[in-house]
């Protein structure tokens, strides 16, 4: 199974608000109140150091919880750094009680949020990932749950055992370049290139690459990226997909990991030692009429599309300039990860339930960053007030009875495309987030029947257990609720 490396917060479960409550189970209520009690002891000391004429570490301290919206799900940058920041060595008496009291705290319930998610695993792996982040945010240097998500210790630092590797074989990572020898650092910030055994000037190298078939290769942990717009911009681009691919990797770990190993990794067991997948591929053009060229054999209609995953070449493309952007990026690749990260059947959602299949892109299309974290969903996205508007406002749906039985072709040959799009859009909003995200789950679920072919219409009324209608009902509930929430937002 591949390690997993960066951290997702569902803090959904920590403001579910009382009609979460109703339908919650055991396991969620106890995660709810092991939240409060988290808030209420850092409330406690941030309310201690305003007493103690320390405003700054009052905001420091309630900074600890980062921040809650039960439509969103944030993603923080941990440390890579191992161990606390240190205090100067002329700190104040009161400093230096309140960095050892906010440690001692954070360590205390980095272990509460630990142990719950070792109890939720089974029944509930989203919990338990929602738990193990809380854990880990608590505390950075928790050993057990970094290792939960692939990190180990190297020379001081979180590293992962993939880069881990990389630097043993002498490889450093630049965010230009990429990885490389270490001793050809120097040599590739002079404007040099290491070229087919022989070093020769950036510009000839960028020529010799004008032609994608001989464009530049850049590895990264799970990708390969051919382009020739310029060794730079597929590094960047290779940093994107990895943003994506990680946490892509946490919030679908059951779709291609097995209930054994995900207890496996949270028991603390050692990891199992991953078998190397093949990387995933990408092509990224210097420009759209590059793409438009090269893609038009394969695709007649390439023209009108900005990205494409076209799965029986195994390959997503993408072009350079004004028209690209991260929104298509992010979606292609996600059609990429679902169907190249376990066995899937070459049409997924070819005869039914082909809504999921693109409604999980659209919804990871949302993936963008606010400060200190890179969040997916919230309410002001683009497909989520789409779909709003074409329920609350125009009266369109189509029930899920009937949803569901639609298949590729149906919905790609509709005049009503754009707005059974948005309809998907709307429906995996809704089965991320309704009431602390309760479906989630099941939503994994779906989507392994369905890439495997193994589903009918009716499976996701199965999975969530509730006659169709009655989702319906609650889908309509759940968007008119997020409209009241954002009229009711400052
Ligand atoms: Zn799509």
Request: with cysteine; proline share 6%; aromatic share 12%.
């Amino acid at each position: 199974m591949p390690p997993v490396r960066v951290f997702l917060v569902l803090t959904a479960f920590a403001c579910g608000g009382p009609a979460a409550a109703g339908r919650a189970d055991v396991l969620q209520r106890e995660a709810e109140s092991q939240f409060q009690q988290y808030r209420t002891d850092l409330e406690d000391l941030a309310a201690w150091c305003t007493q103690q004429g320390l405003p700054a570490e009052a905001r420091q301290t309630l900074d600890v919880l980062g921040p809650t919206d039960p439509y969103r799900l944030f993603i923080p940058d941990l440390p890579r750094t191992v161990g606390p920041a240190e205090l100067p060595p002329d700190a104040s008496q009161e400093l230096a009680q309140w960095h050892r009291r906010l440690q001692q705290l954070r360590t205390r319930h980095g272990t509460a949020f630990y142990d719950l998610a070792r109890r939720a695993v089974r029944r509930r792996p989203s919990l338990a990932y929602e738990l193990a982040l809380a854990a880990i945010r608590a505390n950075p240097a928790h050993e057990a749950v970094r290792r939960i998500f692939g990190y180990q210790k190297y020379l001081g630092e979180w590293r992962t055992a993939y880069e881990v590797r990389q630097f043993r074989s002498g490889r450093v990572w630049d965010e230009r370049f990429g990885w490389l020898p270490k001793g050809h650092l120097h040599r590739y910030e002079q404007g040099r290139r290491f070229h087919d055994g022989r070093w020769i000037t950036a510009d000839e190298d960028a020529r010799q690459r004008a032609d994608i078939r001989n464009g530049w290769d850049i590895e990264t942990e799970h990708y390969r990226i051919r382009t020739n717009h310029s060794l730079e911009a597929g590094v960047q681009l290779g940093e994107k997909l990895e943003r994506l691919y990680t946490i892509w990797q946490q919030l679908f770990i059951r779709f291609y990991a097995s209930q054994a190993d995900v207890v496996a990794l949270f028991s603390g067991r050692a990891q199992r030692q991953r078998t190397p997948a093949p990387r995933h591929q990408v092509a990224y053009f210097r420009d759209r009429d590059d793409y438009n060229r090269s893609l038009r054999a394969a695709m007649p209609n390439i023209d009108v599309s900005i990205g494409v995953y076209i799965p029986n070449m195994r390959r997503a493309y993408f072009f350079a300039g004004d028209d690209y952007d991260d929104r298509t990026l992010y979606h292609e690749a996600t059609h990429q990860l679902f169907q190249e990260s376990r066995r899937a059947v070459p049409l997924p959602g070819e005869h039914r339930n082909f809504w999921i299949v693109e409604g999980i892109a659209l919804f990871m299309e949302s993936l963008h960053r606010e400060g200190d974290y890179w969040a997916l969903g919230g309410l002001d996205d683009p497909r989520l007030h789409a779909a709003r508007v074409r329920l609350l406002r125009d009266d369109f749906y189509i029930p899920l009875a009937e949803f569901t039985r639609l298949g590729m072709e149906d919905i790609q040959t509709s005049p009503r495309i754009a707005t059974l799009y948005s309809q998907a859009a709307g429906l995996t909003h809704f089965l991320v987030f309704y009431e602390g995200g309760i479906y989630r789950d099941a939503l994994v679920q779906y989507l392994s029947a369905v890439y495997s072919g193994r589903d009918t219409p009716q499976t996701l009324a199965d999975l969530l257990d509730a006659p169709y209608p009655e989702i319906d009902r609650q889908y309509r509930q759940f968007l008119a609720e997020t409209f009241r929430h954002e009229q009711a937002a400052p």
